[in-house]
C-alpha cells in the first residue's frame, strides 16, 4: 500500500511534463523534506535546491544548498537576486541539462520576492520545473493561485501511515491492541504529521511497557505520553482549582477596588441602632410674635433674672415707655431704684425689645 507522499513523489518524478509550477506544502516533519531528498538523488536530470536568504540589514541572497551535480562546483554558491536567473541558466547550460528540477526551500517566506525572481528565471528556462517547498499560509496560497501555480498538499497522514510511523524502529508489544483509533487521533493532533514527534511517541510507548511490563496502559500513563509528546491541556481539577482561584480573585479584586470608592454593603442586623434622643424644643425669640411686656419677660428670663408671676413690673416699665435708654429718668437711675431698664438690640432685620436688671 502506497503511501501519499509515495504518491506525491511518482506524480512529481513523471516523465511527462504534467506540471510545471508546484507548491508543496505541509507542516513541520510531514514528509517535504523526504520528498526533496528523494528528488535530488534523480541521476537522470539536473536537480538544484535554492533557499532565500534576508540579512537583518534587509539584503537578500540566493544560496545553492544542494545540487546532484555536486562536481560541477555549482554547490553553496551565493548569488544576488538581480544575478540569480542568470547564474541558474548558465549552471544548467554547462551539463546540457533537458528538463531540470530546481527546488526552492522555505517559499513561505518572503515569498513576493521569490515570486518576482521567479518569473525572470521562468522565462530563461522554459523546459524546467519549479517545485516551491512551504508551509500552509493562506496569504501565501492565496498569492502564488494567482500566479497560476499548482498546489500539492502533504495532508494529514492515514491510521496506517501513523502506526507505521510510530512502530518504526520500535519494539512495541501487541500494538494493535495498544495503538487504538482514539489513540491514534490524539497522537496526530499532538504531532501534526511530524515524523520525529511520532518516532518519539513510539520510543516513548517502547519503553514505558518494559518500565512497567504492561502490554496495555492505564487512562494516567497515557496522559504522560501525551504530556512528552507536547499536551499542555489540563486534568479536570485542575482546571476546576483554577477557575475556582480566579473567581476568588476576581471578587477579592472587586471588594477592594469598592472600598476606596464606595462604603462596603453592610447587612441591616450588624447596624447598631442608636437610640433617639429627644432635642429640647426652644423657639427663637426673634420670630415669636408677643407684646412688649411679654417678650421683655422672657428676656429676662433667659438671661437668668427672677421673674415675677404676674409680670406687673414689666407692663408698669411698658406703661413708662422706658425704651432704648430713653424715658423719664436716665438709665443710671433705673439700675440705683433697682427697676428694669429697657435697651434695644438688633437681631437681624428687626429690633427688639430688651429688659435688664442689677442685682446689689
Known amino acids: 500500500m502506497s503511501t501519499r507522499r509515495e504518491v506525491i513523489l511518482s506524480w512529481l518524478r513523471e516523465k511527462r511534463q504534467t506540471w510545471r509550477l508546484c507548491y508543496l506544502l505541509g507542516e513541520a516533519g510531514s514528509g517535504k523534506t523526504w520528498l526533496a531528498q528523494q528528488l535530488q538523488k534523480d541521476k537522470h536530470r539536473r536537480v538544484i535546491t535554492l533557499s532565500l536568504v534576508v540579512s537583518w540589514q534587509g539584503k537578500a ?23 540569480m536567473a542568470g547564474q541558474l541558466l548558465h549552471a544548467l547550460h554547462r551539463t546540457d541539462s533537458r528538463c531540470p528540477l530546481i527546488i526552492i526551500e522555505n517559499a513561505h517566506l518572503n515569498h513576493r520576492r521569490i515570486l518576482d525572481d521567479l518569473q525572470r528565471a521562468i ?23 494567482k500566479q ?3 498546489l500539492v498538499s502533504t495532508g494529514r497522514l492515514t491510521e496506517h501511515e501513523l502506526k507505521a510511523s510510530i512502530l518504526e524502529g520500535q519494539n512495541i508489544d501487541q500494538p494493535d491492541l495498544l495503538l487504538t483509533a482514539r489513540v491514534l487521533k490524539r497522537i496526530a493532533l499532538l504531532c501534526r504529521g511530524d ?9 516513548t510507548i517502547s519503553l514505558l511497557q518494559q518500565a512497567e511490563q504492561t502490554r496495555v496502559f492505564t487512562a494516567k500513563q497515557w496522559r504522560m505520553i501525551y504530556r512528552v509528546l507536547g ?20 471578587t477579592c479584586g472587586w471588594l477592594l477596588l469598592s472600598s476606596f470608592t464606595a462604603p462596603l454593603p453592610v447587612p ?64 443710671q437711675t433705673l439700675v440705683d431704684q433697682n427697676l428694669p431698664w429697657i435697651a434695644s438690640l438688633k437681631v437681624g432685620d428687626k429690633k427688639i425689645a430688651c429688659c435688664g436688671r442689677s442685682r446689689r
Request: glycine share 8%; proline share 4%; net charge neutral.
Open 268 to 331: 441591616a442586623w450588624l447596624i447598631p441602632v442608636t437610640p433617639v434622643v429627644k432635642q429640647d424644643m426652644t423657639k427663637d425669640i426673634a420670630h415669636v410674635v408677643m407684646r412688649d411686656s411679654e417678650a421683655l419677660s422672657v428676656l429676662y428670663g433667659v438671661w437668668g433674672y427672677e421673674v415675677p408671676a404676674d409680670s406687673a413690673w414689666c407692663d408698669q416699665a411698658v406703661r413708662a415707655g422706658l425704651v432704648c435708654k430713653s424715658g423719664n429718668a436716665s438709665l
Open 195 to 203: 515524523r520525529r514527534k511520532l518516532a518519539l511517541a513510539g520510543e
Open 148 to 150: 497560476g501555480i499548482e
Open 231 to 250: 499536551d499542555k491541556r489540563p486534568r479536570k481539577m485542575q482546571l476546576a482549582v483554577v477557575m475556582s482561584g480566579t473567581i476568588l480573585a476576581l
Open 123 to 145: 522565462s530563461l528556462i522554459p523546459d524546467g520545473q519549479f517545485l516551491l517547498i512551504g508551509r500552509p499560509d493562506r496569504k501565501v496560497e492565496r498569492d502564488f493561485k
Open 61 to 83: 541572497a540566493w544560496i545553492v544548498t544542494d545540487d546532484n551535480a555536486a562536481e560541477q562546483g555549482c554547490r553553496d554558491s551565493a548569488w544576488t537576486r538581480d544575478e
